[in-house]
């Protein structure tokens, strides 16, 4: 069973950093491209970043470039998000989301992690 | 980057009500349309990728349709379990954007 799990999210003030974390199980992790994806409280879904299968190539929203990195661990089955100077428009749940091939859908998505960003 | 707009943003309707909900993209995007329900408090759910085909495991109440701008997601028979926001994505380049979404709620 494919299963995608977020942690690292929690409650830091203005201009501080936090680290996600997504840990997958239950198919190649190595194979797929990996997103992040956000939802501020009560908005829509908005597109966060985008790592290749080797983490050679990256993406990110023009919102969070410069501030966010987006990497991964093949050997660990684990994707990450560093989050640096963090705003308050950033508060919002997280969601890894696992890209199929093809006609690259977001087949997977793990049950999210809340970020708030406040003083 | 590519603008996705949904219509309706809010849909009232009964149980058993023929439903169509329509989103259309800024620039061709092909087929790349996918289709996501979600519900409160969870995770976005894939029901169709490649504007018309259904996930696996999805009810086949739910069907889409569309290609280039112009895409439609219909579902035949309302089930009280459908009372839902819907989302369309395009994934024909990078950013991979969200349409705002449309809540379907119950008349």
């Known amino acids: 069973e494919v299963q995608l799990l977020e942690s690292g999210g929690g409650l830091v003030q203005p201009g501080g950093s936090l680290r996600l974390s997504c840990t997958a199980s239950?198919?190649?992790?190595?194979?797929?491209?990996m997103n992040w994806v956000r939802q501020a409280p009560g908005e829509g879904l908005e597109f966060v970043s985008r790592i290749s299968t080797s983490g050679g190539t990256t993406y990110y929203a023009d919102s969070v470039r410069g501030r966010f990195t987006i990497s991964r661990d093949n050997s660990k089955n684990t994707l990450f998000l560093q989050m640096n100077s963090l705003r308050a428009e950033d508060t919002a749940v997280y969601y890894c989301?696992?890209?199929?091939?093809?006609?690259?859908?977001?087949?997977?998505w793990g049950q999210g992690t809340l970020v708030t960003v406040s003083s | 980057d590519i603008q996705m707009i949904q219509s309706p943003s809010s849909l009232s309707a009964s149980v058993g009500d023929r439903v169509t909900i329509t989103c259309r993209a800024s620039q061709s995007i092909s087929s790349y349309l996918n289709w996501f329900q979600q519900k409160p408090g969870k995770a976005p759910k894939l029901l169709i990728y490649?504007?018309?085909n259904l996930q696996s495991g999805v009810p086949s109440r739910f069907s889409g349709s569309g290609s280039g701008t112009d895409f439609t997601l219909t579902i035949s028979s309302l089930q009280p379990e459908d009372f839902a926001t819907y989302y369309c994505?395009?994934?024909?380049?990078?950013?991979?954007?969200f349409g705002p979404g449309t809540k379907l709620d119950i008349k």
């Open positions: 490649a504007a018309s």
């Open positions: 989301a696992r890209e199929s091939s093809g006609w690259h859908p977001f087949d997977y």
């Open positions: 239950g198919f190649t992790f190595s194979s797929y491209t």
């Open positions: 994505q395009q994934s024909y380049v990078t950013p991979l954007t």
